[in-house]
Each structure stands twice: as structure tokens, then as C-alpha cells.
């Protein structure tokens, strides 16, 4: 090498990381679980999913970090690499891989802790960086809701077959490559799918995040919910809709169908998950929903996810259940149960985050796509609008196509 390249090399900034994705997580015995994906953007910035809630962007150097934290590396292995690429004072390097060391700990170890009040990390406005693959998909594995084959009254008519158990672990394996995090399994009813222990496990294996969308009937076999644990399944979301017509059938008017989602519900709270309840605030038990957010508390449920069909009815019904909503939220703080916003819900419901009053719902899809039977993807879960075929186009086609943010 020329002594003037010498020169150029040592005062060029150092090249960023190649992308990746990598995941940790706790070994068994470790006193308090936890679970870190980090996604390497081409740019060399970083995304930082700690415990598949909070989300982290990194700028190149700490990414860099993270990314040795994340492979293992020892406190004097981290200080060596870094000195040699920024040519910065080991004690400096020392300082920073500490603080984001301990930071990561913390944010990852404490429950609902605020990383802006309380690490004094910079807020990034929710949903607003550019990435090159979404926080979570969402993969509607069938639209088929009961073992008759009934089809969700609101699924996409056009779908007229479903993915076998192999194409749904190959777009598994693609999501994972192109660095997707987290999915969930939704419908319809998922739990229809013989193959649904199989492809939960098979995420567990590559490394993603899996949460399951269902209506708990199927978790009141505990050998069911049990083999779905075992497989690997992060969290559960079991929604609770006896109220709503298009659901009408399919838990009350058939027998036992609302004791098997109660029996299902019970289960999972025994069971070592995360668990939230999905309730969609209709018209019809809109008078009564802060009773049914105080029974869901009695029984143990931590957390709880509202949404209702606001889209398109009339104002005088939309005020009213605008109402009914505002009484859920504060049904939950009374009785201390955590809001969640931005999960997914089954087809045939209003999604939980267009209810989120500081974030408009195309803000948000921004971050998330949605996976029909047939591989079509949208950008979310209700939107008439195609971006491709996840196991037949090209990543960047479906990620960038216009149609995501229209």
C-alpha cells in the first residue's frame, strides 16, 4: 500500500457493516429472559427490537456495538475492534460500550420503562424512519373460520387457495433474510391449520418473534396450547367479539363455543405467555363494555387490545362508539390493565392502531405488511391494495411499490 493510500484509509470513515440480521437470546437458566433482534440497514445504521416492543434506531457506530454485543464479544474484544476502526482512545470506547451495554440491559430486564425519561435516549417520532423491512408481518394463514370451512364474511373473494406448510416456511425463511423481526399468525382462524405447531416452531428456529390472533377455542385443549409453548410462540391475542353480527354465529349461537373461549383464555393465562384480549367495541355491547373490561380483569388478563368498526358508519354511530371506546381505555387504567395499540386483528375486525389518537393508520402501516392465504401482500390487514407476491416478486418491488403509501 502507498503511502498516500495510508494517508486516504486513515482519514476515510470506516465502512459501514455489511446488512444482517442477528438475534440473542437468554439461555434457559438466565434469572430474567429476554430477547434482542438487531437489523443491519444497508447504510450501516441500526435497528435495535428489544423484546419484539421496543425499537431502537442506532446510528452507524452504535449499531457497531450492538453488533458485537449481540455476537458475544467481551468487554476487551469490543474496545480492541472499535479502537482499530474509529481511532478513538480505548478508554472512550470503553465508556460508550458500557453505557449501551447497560442500557440494553436495563430497557430489556424492566417492564414498561420509558427509554426517553428514564436512559435519556433520543426520541425518534413513532413509525417515521425509513428502513428496509417492516417491524412485524402479519401472515393470514387461512381465511377459513371454523373445521366446515366457513369463510371470514369479510375475506378477499379473489383468494381462492391457501399456501401449503412448505411455501408458509419459505416466507418464513424470506421474511427472516430480508430482516423482518417478528410475525404473527392470523386469519381467519389460524389454529384451522393442521401445520400451525410446525410453522411456529419452524420461526423459533430461525430466530423470529411469533405471536398467534385467535379466538382461544382451540387453547382450551391444554395438549394444544401446550405443543404450540413447546414450539416456541411468543404471545397470544385471543379476541372476544360474541357481540359483534358477522361473528354472531361463530361463538354464540353455537353450543359451548363461548365456554371453549373462556376455557381457551383461562388456559393461556396458566400458561407462560403473554397474553392480551381483543375486544371490538360494536353497538351491541357498547352499553356494557366497562363491565366486560372489569371481567377480563377478574380473570387475569393483563393487557388488553380495542378496536370497533368506526370506519364508514353513520356520525350518530360512530360518536357512540367513539364514547364506548373512551369508556373501555378508562375501564383498563382503572383496573390497571395495559392498552395495546399496535397489534394486528383478524380479518374480519377493524385493526386496533387506526384507533391511536396521535398516529394516523397509513403512519403506521408504514412498518408492517400483511400476508394473505395465497401470498398476496397488502400493506395491512384490510387494504384493497396488491404490492406483489411474497414468494414470486423481488423484495424491493413489494417494499417499495407506491401503493404502500397511497
Not at 67 to 90: I, K, P
Not at 242 to 253: A, K, N
Not at 264 to 277: F, Q, S, T
Not at 278 to 288: K, R, T
Request: aromatic share 6%.
Amino acid at each position: 500500500m502507498s503511502f498516500v493510500q495510508k494517508i486516504k484509509d486513515w482519514f476515510s470513515p470506516p465502512q459501514p457493516l455489511s446488512q444482517e440480521m442477528l438475534h440473542y437470546q437468554t439461555p434457559p437458566d438466565a434469572e430474567q429472559q429476554y430477547r434482542l433482534h438487531l437489523r443491519v440497514e444497508p447504510d450501516g445504521h441500526g435497528l435495535l427490537v428489544v423484546n419484539a416492543a421496543t425499537v431502537l434506531h442506532l446510528n452507524q457506530t452504535a449499531t457497531e456495538y450492538a453488533h458485537l454485543l449481540l455476537q458475544g464479544a467481551d468487554e476487551e474484544e469490543a474496545v480492541r475492534t472499535m479502537t482499530q476502526r474509529y481511532r478513538v482512545g480505548a478508554s472512550q470506547v470503553q465508556a460508550d460500550y458500557r453505557h449501551l451495554r447497560d442500557q440494553i440491559t436495563t430497557l430489556a430486564t424492566s417492564v414498561d420503562l420509558c427509554p426517553v425519561t428514564y436512559l435519556d435516549m433520543e426520541r425518534v417520532e413513532p413509525f417515521s424512519a425509513a428502513t428496509s423491512a417492516p417491524y412485524r408481518v402479519d401472515l393470514a394463514l387461512t381465511y377459513r373460520l371454523d373445521e366446515s370451512g366457513t369463510l371470514d364474511p369479510e375475506a378477499r373473494r379473489r383468494v381462492d387457495r391457501e399456501y401449503s406448510a412448505q411455501e408458509w416456511q419459505q416466507v418464513l425463511e424470506r421474511l427472516w433474510n430480508v430482516g423482518v423481526p417478528h410475525v404473527t399468525f392470523t386469519g381467519g382462524e389460524p389454529t384451522q391449520r393442521k401445520d400451525l405447531v410446525d410453522l411456529v416452531r419452524h420461526a423459533e428456529n430461525l430466530g423470529l418473534v411469533s405471536g398467534l390472533l385467535t379466538d382461544g377455542r382451540r387453547l382450551s385443549d391444554w395438549d394444544y396450547l401446550e405443543r404450540l409453548l413447546l414450539a416456541g410462540l411468543d404471545h397470544l391475542q385471543i379476541t372476544l367479539a360474541s357481540h359483534i353480527p358477522e361473528l354472531h354465529d361463530r361463538l354464540v349461537g353455537r353450543p359451548g363455543a363461548w365456554e371453549e373461549t373462556m376455557a381457551g383464555l383461562r388456559n393461556a393465562r396458566i400458561g407462560d405467555i403473554y397474553v392480551v384480549a381483543h375486544v371490538v367495541v360494536g353497538p351491541e355491547n357498547a352499553p356494557s363494555i366497562a363491565e366486560t373490561v372489569a371481567y377480563l380483569a377478574e380473570q387475569g388478563v393483563p393487557a388488553l387490545a380495542l378496536s370497533s368498526p368506526l370506519r364508514g358508519a353513520p356520525e350518530e354511530t360512530r360518536a357512540g362508539l367513539e364514547a364506548a371506546l373512551e369508556r373501555a381505555q378508562e375501564a383498563a387504567h382503572t383496573h390497571g390493565l395495559t392498552l395495546v395499540w399496535d397489534l394486528a386483528a383478524p380479518y374480519s375486525q377493524v385493526n386496533p392502531v387506526e384507533l391511536e389518537t396521535e398516529l394516523s393508520s397509513e403512519q403506521i402501516i408504514r412498518q408492517y405488511l400483511y400476508i394473505e392465504p395465497d401470498g398476496d401482500v397488502l400493506p395491512a390487514q384490510g387494504y384493497n391494495a396488491v404490492l406483489g407476491n411474497i414468494l414470486r416478486d423481488p423484495w424491493k418491488a413489494i417494499w417499495e411499490n407506491p401503493g404502500r403509501r397511497s
